[in-house]
T-cell receptor, first 115, second 111 residues
Framework: NAGVTQTPKFRVLKTGQSMTLLCAQDMNHEYMYWYRQDPGMGLRLIHY???????AKGEVPDGYNVSRLKKQNFLLGLESAAPSQTSVYFC??????????????FGPGTRLTVT | GDSVTQMEGPVTLSEEAFLTINCTYT??????LFWYVQYPGEGLQLLLKATKADDKGSNKGFEATYRKETTSFHLEKGSVQVSDSAVYFCALRPGAQKLVFGQGTRLTINP
């Protein structure tokens, strides 16, 4: 099993450009998440999905859109990139169970720089 | 709101030293508490967890006890190894689909 994979690993964008980050998981997990990690701030939840065809906003959703057309994939889109979106992006997945205990499985991250 | 505060890094120790990474939290209700570890070039992975007060989570020689009275979940290891060099994240789960992370602590172990 590959677990959670993310594409691309690195990307540099100019302000105003758009791009899509792809997250794929092969563990048949229902839940998927997108986080961003900024220096000194830990990980913050952008959007999440509790199943195919569903998405919901997290803590910092502005400037991002997501789609979950297939259970195994969760896409994060930036329509018009801004320097404030320079960050490391992590995707995660989990299986619904007792939410107090369930473990999230993380991808290796995508480092995005917006100039 | 819910938040997690970790001791600031980076932390540098010699091999076989005793490790403590402090973590305190603010939350309403009774959150679950987690420690995640990120090795260089990899994603985060769960190290240990505790779901109620006084629970002790343990894994790979690491331990942390859920202390409700001090709202803490400090990570400890009696004798660290070079292979423990990584970034450690404390996190709390106040409800379904929500995981709140601390800022991370970078640990370097020198041989």
């Amino acid at each position: 099993n590959a677990g959670v994979t993310q594409t691309p690993k690195f990307r540099v964008l100019k302000t105003g450009q758009s791009m899509t980050l792809l997250c794929a998981q092969d563990m048949n997990h229902e839940y998927m998440y997108w986080y961003r990690q900024d220096p000194g701030m830990g990980l913050r939840l952008i959007h999440y999905s509790v199943g195919e065809g569903t998405t919901a906003k997290g803590e910092v959703p502005d400037g991002y859109n997501v789609s979950r057309l297939k259970k195994q994939n969760f896409l994060l889109g930036l329509e018009s990139a801004a320097p404030s979106q320079t960050s490391v992006y992590f995707c995660a997945s989990s299986t619904p169970g007792r939410w107090e205990e369930d473990e999230q499985y993380f991808g290796p991250g995508t480092r995005l720089t917006v100039t | 709101g819910d938040s997690v505060t970790q001791m600031e890094g980076p932390v540098t120790l010699s091999e076989e030293a005793f490790l403590t990474i402090n973590c305190t939290y603010t939350a309403t209700g009774y959150p679950s508490l987690f420690w995640y570890v990120q090795y260089p070039g990899e994603g985060l992975q769960l190290l240990l967890k505790a779901t109620k007060a006084d629970d002790k989570g343990s894994n790979k020689g690491f331990e942390a006890t859920y202390r409700k009275e001090t709202t803490s979940f400090h990570l400890e290891k009696g004798s660290v190894q070079v292979s423990d060099s990584a970034v450690y994240f404390c996190a709390l789960r106040p409800g379904a689909q929500k995981l709140v992370f601390g800022q991370g602590t970078r640990l370097t172990i020198n041989p």
